[in-house]
């Protein structure tokens, strides 16, 4: 089963950026789709945006759209997620995952990383 491995959350101020990766442990999601999720203890987990591993389509929730952007390095099979503009509301837990489907609902996706924190300040 594909391993995926989430990094680069932290601590920043509003206004400020961040990436994460993610890093698969095969190519085996090299025909299919890398999405990006986040949760908090008071919200269900949420669709971010979505990439075909060929980097060919992306989709954006509304939330995000403008400020985050989904990028792949097929040779080091790794998604990241550049976040701008950063907002006190964008903090959760970010996680990325896989899917054979391009699409925002989150039962389609699988092989859930452990996910790593974004905090962002007022």
């Known amino acids: 089963q594909v391993q995926l491995v989430e990094s680069g959350g932290g601590l920043v101020q509003a206004g400020g950026s961040l990436r994460l990766s993610c890093a698969a442990s095969e190519r085996t999601f090299h025909n299919a789709v890398m999405g990006w999720f986040r949760q908090t203890r008071e919200k269900e987990r949420e669709f971010v945006g979505a990439?075909?591993?060929?980097?060919?389509?992306?989709y954006y929730a509304d939330s995000v759209k403008g400020r985050f952007t989904i990028s792949t390095d097929n040779v080091k099979n790794t998604v990241y997620l550049q976040m701008n503009n950063l907002k006190p509301e964008d903090t959760a837990v970010y996680y990325c995952?896989?899917?054979?489907?391009?699409?925002?609902?989150?039962?389609?996706?699988?092989?859930w990383g452990q996910g790593t924190q974004v905090t962002v300040s007022s």
């Open positions: 995952a896989g899917s054979t489907r391009f699409t925002n609902i989150v039962r389609n996706f699988g092989s």
């Open positions: 990439i075909s591993w060929r980097g060919s389509s992306t």
